[in-house]
């Protein structure tokens, strides 16, 4: 009886062994979120920083990517929020200083924007303006070899292109510039030109005085007259 029960027993335990284990199931994909509106009104370190490495967004909730993009900025620059908001957080993360600002008018949950590694100089509840600066850089961390700013964009929990936000006219590589006109027209009257008695190929004539009534301009190598009527 013992030994048909333990037959019994490692029978059920051998088919439990081999039989296959069910595939875990597949890591949820991530939905695309819709393009925030444009509402930076400066970078924040620097005109135009340079992007050293690009947002990669992650295929899957967990996958491997770049929730973020890193500028380009030395140890001690000031960093600036892109747009009016309200901070959220303002701390330590896993031994990196980090700021967090819930932009303006951007709905429900809003956008939040996140730059580290930053000594914050701003507090948890503190409304801060566009540009207003609410941090600086500190030193690299490993994320980067030299210094930058890594800049993160969020709505809830879903990462977005934080580059999105800044306007055309912020991507540009720089600022428009005025250049110097050349045969710039005179009160409307046209290119400016040479007046013929100021031609170096021509002899000076005389200046009549300004009081002078105006007259026939005589040339210099004929007299006055009175001129001979011409033969036929």
């Known amino acids: 009886m013992r030994l048909e029960l333990l037959l019994t027993t490692l029978a059920a335990l051998l088919a439990t062994a081999l039989t296959p284990s069910p595939d875990p199931a597949p890591a949820p994909a991530l939905a695309p979120a819709s393009p925030p509106p444009p509402v930076a009104r400066n970078w924040p370190v620097g005109t135009r920083p340079p992007v050293l490495r690009a947002w990669d967004p992650p295929s899957t909730t967990y996958g491997a990517g770049h929730r973020g993009v890193d500028l380009a900025a030395p140890p001690g620059t000031a ?58 850089l500190e030193p690299p961390t490993g994320h980067c070899p030299e210094g930058c700013l890594h800049w993160g964009l969020l709505r809830g929990e879903t990462y977005l292109n934080p580059l999105s936000l800044l306007p055309p006219w912020l991507l540009r590589r720089g600022p428009s510039r005025l250049l110097p006109l050349t045969d710039a027209p005179r009160h409307g009257l046209g290119p400016a030109r040479a007046e013929p008695w100021l031609s170096p190929a021509l002899p000076a004539g005389p200046r009549l005085s300004p009081a002078h009534p105006a007259g026939p301009r005589l040339s210099p190598a004929l007299p006055a007259g009175p001129w001979p009527r011409r033969l036929r």
Request: aromatic share 4%.
């Open 79 to 136: 960093v600036r929020a892109v747009a009016p908001g309200r901070v959220s957080f303002a701390g330590r993360v896993a031994g990196r200083g980090v700021v967090s600002v819930e932009l303006d008018g951007t709905g429900d949950p809003p956008l939040r924007t996140t730059y580290e590694p930053v000594r914050p100089t701003v507090k948890k509840g503190a409304e801060v303006a566009a540009g207003e600066e609410v941090g600086t």
